[in-house]
């Protein structure tokens, strides 16, 4: 059952891919409803795309991450960088992703910045791991990750996300598989990534492939991202709806 209608809030802070293509920031998408904050996906050039957009990051409460790609959990180090030293920050913040996100995110802290993590931050940080298929409920927000396809690893998810009766749901990076249909059915918004525009690239989804499966996917609303070269020079003549850096969606 979902919980109570509420205003919802997305924030676009970054629809960039790996390569900052078209000069966009990498993936970072601000959810905020009852007052908590949530931060899906949290690529390298987050701080600079939240500044942007006017949201302070001591006010977020949790980060949940796609997969471990930098453009994806790179910009967590700088998050808890900046907690320490310029926000002060002392609330605890959650972050939440697939295996290994501890050890990938402390790793790259102390190679960026040796020595940040050997007298604390100062604040209290709490590691969840998602579990397929297995609904978590942190704050307000219900993330329920589903398997999806993007190289070798087995551990990359699109996120469903349910909050204030609205679904957000995200695909993260993948190439086609049918776990997309369950991610979006009934979704209110559908954040599709679309790297490539006409050929099936491994790994990535592309415009045409998205074309064709439209009619499966059941959702009310569908927006591309992480949209590569090829794409961003179609924008005027594409059929769907794109996100933009710093766009503002109410649900």
Known sequence: MRPANSAV??????????????????SCYHLAVNGDQLLVDCGSSSLIGLQRCGLKPIDISSVVVSHLHGDHF??????????????????????????????????????????????GLGFPVHYV???????????????????????????????????G????????????????????????????????YDRPTPSHLDYQTLMKQRHRLDCRRLMLTHMGPEVLAQLDNLEMET?????LIEL
Request: proline share 6%.
């Open 165 to 196: 009766g609205k679904t957000i749901s995200y695909t993260g990076d993948t190439e086609w598989t049918e776990n997309l249909l369950p991610l979006a059915q009934g979704s209110d918004l559908l954040i599709a990534e679309c790297f490539a």
């Open 74 to 119: 790179g910009g967590i180090p700088y998050l808890l960088l900046e907690g320490k030293y310029a926000s002060q920050r002392r609330q605890l913040l959650t972050l939440i992703g697939p295996p290994g996100l501890q050890q990938q995110v402390e790793g790259a802290l102390s190679a960026l910045y040796p020595g940040t993590l050997e007298d």
């Open 9 to 26: 809030q997305l924030h676009c802070v970054g629809s960039g891919d790996a390569f900052g293509s078209g000069g966009r920031l990498s």
């Open 243 to 247: 996100l933009s850096d710093g766009e």
């Open 129 to 163: 791991t998602l579990q397929a298929q297995v609904p978590l409920q942190i704050n307000s927000f219900l993330i329920e990750p589903w398997p999806v396809k993007h190289g070798s690893n087995q551990h990359v998810y699109g996120l469903r996300i349910e909050a």
